[in-house]
């Protein structure tokens, strides 16, 4: 098995309950993506690849009998195997899937791929994929037109370091290899409603370099965002908040 990067390994395993609070759920148009762009039906054979808690299984679960999770972080697998115990949750990282050859009718990867795109993660997933199986690729992206969106992004982009990010874009670079086309994107609009504490504390705090943080650096991250939701004239005083993103499905065809 491939090694995980640091801040994943760290970071999700000390944060997995936070992650499951925190994390936005994702639109329902999504749904409607997943059977006309991937093929999803209840026959369908799907992988949920970097599954994390189960946050994504939970919309792959109506649309499938035959749906596998695989999550290389332990205490991930545990949370998620608390929320869906019917649904199987195998150890696996992208580079080596426990998987058979040409076996599976679709992967799907929610706010994951950042972490293995690379040509051997490409390959190997070609390898469990059918001959016209497909990849999907699932970000909820921050909407940072919104004036206190962008101030969180400056508030934790300082501790980034090497940790793998969508907005780099460097997960697109794969993708000029064999094993799959260039991905195909649709939008989604979505609001995360929720008390502060969980739309912005309880998900920032699960962010993978955030979690993996020194206590005390932690605190001082956590001191700006409570700060933040108290001063800013759209957070202060209210019981709930609606975060907006923006949710990019990317449809990506396997190449025979």
């Not at 293995?116 to 940072?144: C, M, S, T, Y």
């Not at 008390?195 to 993978?208: G, W």
């Not at 001082?220 to 108290?230: F, M, S």
Request: aromatic fraction near 8%.
């Amino acid at each position: 098995m491939s090694v995980v990067h640091k801040a994943a390994q760290v970071g999700f395993s000390t944060q997995a309950g936070t992650y499951t609070q925190g994390r936005p759920d994702y639109p329902h148009e999504l749904s409607l993506w997943l059977k006309r762009m991937l093929g999803i039906n209840e026959q369908t054979s799907v992988v949920d690849l970097g599954a994390g808690t189960g946050k994504f299984t939970r919309l792959l679960s109506p649309l499938t009998r035959h749906l596998t999770a695989v999550e290389p972080v332990e205490a991930m697998r545990l949370e998620f195997a608390k929320a869906l115990p019917d649904t199987p949750v195998m150890p696996g990282t992208a580079e080596a899937l426990p998987l058979p050859d040409n076996t599976v009718d679709a992967v799907v990867c929610a706010q994951a791929f950042h972490w293995f795109a690379n040509q051997a993660a490409l390959a190997e997933i070609h390898r469990v994929l059918k001959p016209g199986g497909r990849l999907g690729l699932i970000w909820n992206v921050r909407d940072e037109s919104v004036d206190w969106v962008a101030e969180i992004t400056r508030i934790i982009t300082p501790y980034e370091g090497d940790t793998p990010r969508f907005h780099t874009g460097q997960w697109r670079l794969p993708f000029n290899g064999p094993h799959f086309a260039a991905p195909e994107l649709s939008c989604f609009t979505y609001g995360h409603v929720g008390p502060a504490e969980t739309v912005i504390m309880n998900r920032f705090l699960s962010v993978s370099f955030i979690a993996a943080l020194p206590d005390a650096e932690k605190a001082v991250v956590a001191e700006q965002l409570r700060d933040l939701i108290k001063t800013h004239p759209a957070l202060r005083g209210r019981d709930s908040i609606e975060f907006p993103y923006q949710t990019q499905a990317y449809l990506c065809r396997r190449l025979d």
